[in-house]
């Protein structure tokens, strides 16, 4: 017989019975209705055999229906907080947000929105992203950009299968693959321009300014003396690029020399030379990178390093070097496609999951050794 004592406080008075269509309990202590959630008997003085029951049989105790987010027979597992759909015998079916694996505890790939929970491959990338790992950009002139094919609309005035390309400012009308098929009233041609050597034109008065060497008369462009800037055919005023002025005529900079101020001080160099007259050559071809004129050797853009700055910096991968190696290389990884060698407890091409009978954040949690796959 329970006495006073050995009954829960909470279930004293019938406060375990459920409510119902009849009185909570009788004179003897019978709850007429059921039990509360979690407690069991004829008086409901008992809590359910597991401690994540949240329902169980009134004549065992057992027979659980599990609290949210725990499974097994006897309730004993748990699906994880990035679990999203967890069923009472097989555990985690979905994981929530940019998560995957068993119980959901790793993270889909940089770029990624959702992957798939066997395996982790991406099934929709960021907003801007495309490719099989989401790794390629799509670019702010893109509209839209698809997962598999990369960018399938273009922002207005640009056009290609990357649009890469601009149509210009004066275009009215840019198809996606043709380019600019109508210019803006005073230009014409394929890229919309004024005429010949003109750098604005209208339709009423012609050319309005001319480029560089060249002086407007009556609204068309003609050439001033070889190498100078005129207002007419007869006055030098000063001298375009790659030229200097002398003796009020313009002469040619020595080769290789973008612009000068005397025949043996130039000012500027083509790509690769330095010297005051660009005479003398950095050692390689500076392929991402410019030429350092003070040790004679290619200064390289950031992520690039070698003689000619064409290889990835260690670490770095990808068309432009800017892709991370994964955490899980031993070293560095392949710079085309960032594959590597794994660390102990890391798996995979790109060793971004772990490997069997490892887990955590590092991969460097190892499973007990009578465990044959484990999660935690």
């Known amino acids: 017989m329970v006495t006073c004592a050995q009954i829960p406080y909470e279930c004293q008075g019938c406060g375990c019975c459920a409510k119902g269509n009849y009185k909570k309990c009788d004179n003897n202590g019978y709850c007429n209705n059921g039990c509360q959630d979690g407690y069991w008997d004829d008086k409901c003085y008992n809590k359910c055999k597991y401690t994540n029951c949240f329902r169980c049989e009134r004549n065992n105790g057992y027979h659980c229906e599990c609290r949210t987010g725990y499974y097994g027979f006897d309730c004993e597992s748990w699906c994880g907080t990035n679990c999203d759909t967890c069923d009472k015998t097989k555990g985690c079916l979905s994981c929530t947000g940019e998560y995957w694996g068993k119980t959901c505890n790793m993270k889909c790939k940089r770029n990624c929105v959702d992957c798939r929970k066997s395996d982790g491959k991406c099934r929709s990338c960021v907003k801007g992203y495309w490719g099989r790992f989401c790794y390629d950009e799509c670019g702010s002139q893109c509209k839209t950009c698809n997962k598999w094919i990369g960018c399938t609309e273009c922002n207005k005035g640009y056009y290609g299968s990357k649009c890469e390309h601009y149509c210009g400012d004066n275009c009215a ?67 375009i690029k790659g030229y200097f002025l002398e003796s009020n005529l313009c002469s040619p900079c020595p080769y290789n020399c973008i612009s000068c101020t005397t025949p043996t001080q130039c000012t500027s160099c083509t790509d690769g030379r330095f010297g005051n007259i660009c005479q003398y050559q950095c050692k390689g071809t500076c392929i991402h990178g ?87």
Do not use: F
């Open 173 to 239: 009308s840019c198809d996606i693959k043709l380019g600019c098929t109508a210019c803006d009233t005073g230009y014409y041609g394929p890229s919309c321009m004024c005429k010949a050597n003109c750098v604005h034109c209208d339709n009423l008065k012609g050319c309005t300014s001319c480029k560089p060497g060249y002086y407007s008369n009556k609204g068309v462009c003609h050439e001033c003396v070889l190498g100078c800037t005129c207002t007419n055919s007869k006055n030098c005023i000063g001298c």
């Open 290 to 376: 410019s030429c350092n004129s003070t040790i004679a050797l290619c200064q390289c853009n950031t992520y690039y390093t070698g003689h000619n700055c064409d290889q990835c910096i260690a670490g770095y991968y990808g068309y432009d070097c800017t892709q991370r190696c994964s955490e899980g290389c031993l070293r560095t990884c392949y710079p085309v496609d960032g594959s590597c060698k794994c660390k102990e407890g890391w798996a995979g091409d790109q060793c971004y999951t772990c490997d069997d009978k490892y887990y955590g954040s590092m991969c460097s949690e190892q499973c007990n050794s009578h465990c044959v796959d484990c999660t935690a």
